[in-house]
Structure formats: structure tokens, C-alpha cells
């Protein structure tokens, strides 16, 4: 029963890893912000003063809104990942169960690079629930390829929509990139897909991993249908987020805008290099409104205020109830 319970209590290092390399991640992650940061305003040559002003003078109603928009994807998204578990699990699991190992694993994209807290969502869902992780994980890349079909057909469309068929060839390059790595994302699955079709001739002690991988990856019409049905939801909610955040702002915005600021973040948020593509999403939006306009300090304002919503405060808001299972449990959450 011990050595049972020891290795339950195991966290995959790939996932997690152990205490301070986790804490060393985060303090170098927040330092590479600063970082960048700084470079921008040495180089750019904001006005400090007034993006300050026009944060602490934003409306706080309006940045509610955008916190419960944001935090209101969560319940849909597990409930997608429910629907792709239910298929091959004998006692599906419910909605509730599987929003907080959502909300951790956030938190883990948040503080590591690499989309880490994918593997780590897994790891619990698999402690806690009972699912195989290879069958987890490949629903997960169900998610994911769900989303990022989205994102690919959405992001050339709200483009048009905001330059009305002129100037977007400057976002062209983006519109490649986000068809293309959807394309080889969805042909990386196909072929971990087929690979069931050949597992037959790998040693047993990795059969069994692909068949079950290969079996979290395979979906039928209907389950498709309701997946795509209910991610709309989520790109709504999104928009929505970077609409609020505007309004926070007092800037007044179109919602195919809020709908490409959010598609273009999302997109930067795949750069592993930094953990939610830090860095690259602040740089991103404000180049996208200074191109439509915008002043630097209103850009700026409207970046920052938008990774203090999907970014920081995930911190508080997946953070407390992680360290609060911990410290009840006195054992790894």
C-alpha cells in the first residue's frame, strides 16, 4: 500500500517537475517580460505616465466583464473535453470535476513554455478520474486541433472584416503561418492515428500507449459536430474579453477587431519560447492597432490590460485553489 500510494503521489517531471525548478521557470519568465518590456519603452519611447493613467482610469465594470467572459470559457471547454473523454471512458466524467486540472493546467502554460500544462491536465484527469493519460492526451489534441482549425479560418475572415479588403496584406504572413500549422498539426494526427494500423510490430511496453492514444484521437460525426458546435462559443467569449477590455479603455472598437486581436493573440501564445508567448503577444497587438491607428500609449494600454486579465490573474485564480489543495493534502494536487 505504500509504495502503491508513493508512486500515485508521482508527478511526471516532463509535466511539472519539482518545486523550485518550477518557482526558477516563473521568476525567469517574469524576468524575460520585464525584459521586454524595458526594450520597448527604451526603444519606443512611450509615455510611461499616461499608459499608467490610462490603466488605473479604466473602468472597473468593464474589466469584470472581461475577467468573467474570459473565465466563463472554462465550463464549455470542459465540457468539449468531456464529450471526447465520455466515448471511451465507462463512467464518464462530469463537467465539475474536469475545470480545475483545466484551470491547473493554465496555470502551468502561464509559468513554463511549450504548453506543459497540456501534459499536466492529463496527469490529473488521470490520478483523479481514472483516465488513461494516452487516452487523455489524445483528446487533448482533439482540443487543440479543434481550436486551431478555428483560428485558421477565422483569422483570415475577421482580417477582411477589419480592412475591408485593403492594407491586411501586412497580416498575411500570419494568415500563412496559422493555415500552416494547422495543416501540419492535423497531418501530425492523422498519422499518430494510423500508427495503431502498424503497433503491432513495436515492443508490447509501448502497444499499449499508442493504441490508447490512437483511440483518444478517433471521433465520429456526431461528437465532431457537437466539438465544433461548442468551440464557437469560446472564440464568442474571447472576443468578447478583448471587447470589454476596449470599452475598459473608453476605446470604442468593432467586434470583428476584438475578434482579430484575440485570434492574433491566441496565435503568438504557440511561440514556445516563453511561457504563453509572453512577450510576443504585447508586442503583437500593439503593432496590429498601431497599423489601424491607434496611438502607442492606447495600444500598449490595451495589450497590457489584456494580459492582466488571460495572463496574471491566472495566477490568483488557478494559483490559490493549487497552493490550497496542496497545503490540505500535503501532497502534490
Keep these: 500500500m505504500a509504495a502503491e500510494g508513493s508512486a500515485r503521489e508521482k508527478v511526471p517531471s516532463v509535466a511539472l517537475g519539482r518545486r523550485w525548478p518550477v518557482v526558477g521557470r516563473i521568476v525567469i519568465g517574469v524576468g524575460a517580460y520585464a525584459v521586454l518590456v524595458g526594450v520597448a519603452l527604451w526603444r519606443g519611447g512611450l509615455d510611461l505616465a499616461g499608459i499608467a493613467s490610462l490603466l488605473i482610469g479604466s473602468q472597473l465594470g468593464y474589466v469584470v466583464l472581461a475577467l468573467a467572459a474570459y473565465y466563463g470559457s472554462f465550463p464549455f471547454r470542459a465540457w468539449r473535453w468531456k464529450l471526447l473523454l465520455a466515448r471511451h471512458t465507462p463512467h464518464p466524467v462530469s463537467t465539475k470535476r474536469l475545470i480545475l486540472p483545466y484551470l491547473y493546467s493554465w496555470l502551468v502554460n502561464c509559468a513554463v513554455p511549450a504548453k506543459l500544462g497540456e501534459l499536466y491536465r492529463c496527469y490529473l484527469v488521470q490520478r483523479r478520474c481514472a483516465v488513461p493519460f494516452s487516452l487523455a492526451f489524445g483528446a487533448t489534441l482533439v482540443e487543440r486541433a479543434a481550436d486551431l482549425v478555428f483560428l485558421a479560418v477565422l483569422l483570415p475572415l475577421a482580417t477582411l472584416l477589419v480592412f475591408h479588403g485593403s492594407g491586411e496584406s501586412e497580416f498575411l504572413v500570419l494568415q500563412i503561418i496559422a493555415v500552416l500549422l494547422t495543416l501540419g498539426f ?133 494559483g490559490i485553489p493549487w497552493l490550497a489543495e496542496r497545503l490540505l493534502s500535503g501532497r502534490r494536487p
Design 186 to 318: 492535423l497531418v501530425a494526427l492523422l498519422s499518430l492515428r494510423w500508427s495503431q494500423r502498424f503497433s503491432h510490430r513495436l515492443p508490447s511496453v509501448v502497444r499499449r500507449p499508442i493504441a490508447s492514444l490512437a483511440a483518444g484521437l478517433a471521433i465520429d460525426r456526431s461528437t465532431a459536430g457537437k466539438v465544433f458546435l461548442f468551440t464557437f462559443p469560446l472564440w464568442s467569449l474571447e472576443a468578447a474579453r478583448v471587447f470589454a477590455e476596449a470599452r475598459a479603455l473608453g476605446l470604442a472598437i468593432s467586434l470583428p477587431l476584438a475578434l482579430l486581436i484575440a485570434l492574433l493573440a491566441a496565435l503568438l501564445t504557440t511561440v514556445p519560447l516563453t511561457p504563453a508567448g509572453i512577450g510576443a503577444v504585447e508586442i503583437g497587438v500593439v503593432g496590429l492597432l498601431m497599423v489601424l491607428g491607434l496611438s502607442i500609449e492606447h495600444a500598449a494600454a490595451l495589450a497590457l490590460l489584456d494580459r492582466l486579465v488571460a495572463y496574471w490573474s491566472v495566477f490568483l485564480v488557478a
